[in-house]
């Protein structure tokens, strides 16, 4: 028997979908009064939804401005890529270089539970940045870590916007994978070519969107 939705679930709902469909663009102010009479619900349920966007990183609140879509222009996600390029495929290299049994181990647990085909995109993230995390921790360069975790964060609004997205997550297990046994066999070479290609198709992906959505 289905649930039936609550007003703030089924304003969420009907605000994430027009968000992916650039119905509402990045860094457009989102007004409570017009989408509660757009959604046919009080402002109540409409404030609750935005809230819970907003943890989903779909929705950005500002004490002063109020809500808004994320704004990010396809240049400033160009160079921020470019830039993780360099960092994680050097992360990727050293990893290769230096993964013990003990931290492959945990790796393939984590990628044996991405491949869960019920996974919803926030839980796919969690577990994406666990396996990108654990990976890049096996260089054992905690500076480096810190910078590619303050870039990604800059991000991730847009990152769960690509995977909410996706009809399915097959090319990500398939590069996930690749990159996990080139660092496997100690080839330092293919891990940072794998994680290059790997975040060069996220990118394109992402740029694609803002440039007929946004900027």
């Not at 959604?39 to 935005?50: H, K, M, T, Y």
């Not at 400033?76 to 013990?100: D, H, I, P, Q, S």
């Not at 800059?154 to 690509?162: I, V």
Request: charged share 30%; net charge positive; aromatic share 6%.
């Amino acid at each position: 028997m289905t649930i039936p939705k609550t007003r703030q679930e089924a304003a969420a709902e009907r605000l994430r979908q027009a968000i992916m469909e650039g119905t509402y663009r990045p860094g457009q102010r989102l007004k409570q009064q017009e989408l509660a009479r757009e959604f046919g619900c009080s402002v109540i349920p409409l404030r609750e939804a935005l809230h819970q966007l907003a943890a989903e990183g779909f929705v950005v609140l500002d004490p002063q401005k109020g809500a808004r879509v994320p704004d990010l222009n396809s240049r400033t996600v160009e160079e921020v890529y470019e830039v993780r390029m360099v960092l994680e495929g050097l992360a990727a290299r050293r990893a290769a270089e230096r993964m013990t049994p003990e931290a492959a181990q945990r790796i393939r647990t984590i990628l044996d539970k991405m491949d869960r085909p019920d996974l919803t995109a926030t839980e796919w993230l969690i577990l994406n940045w666990e396996f990108h995390d654990s990976l890049y921790s096996c260089a054992g360069q905690e500076f480096l870590e810190k910078m590619i975790s303050n870039l990604r964060l800059n991000l991730e609004s847009y990152l769960r916007l690509d995977l909410a997205k996706a009809a399915d997550y097959s090319a990500r297990r398939r590069e996930h994978r690749q990159l996990f046994q080139a660092c496997l066999r100690g080839d330092a070479k293919a891990a940072q070519r794998y994680t290059e290609v790997h975040l060069r198709r996220g990118a394109r992906r992402l740029v694609e969107y803002l440039r007929r959505y946004g900027k």
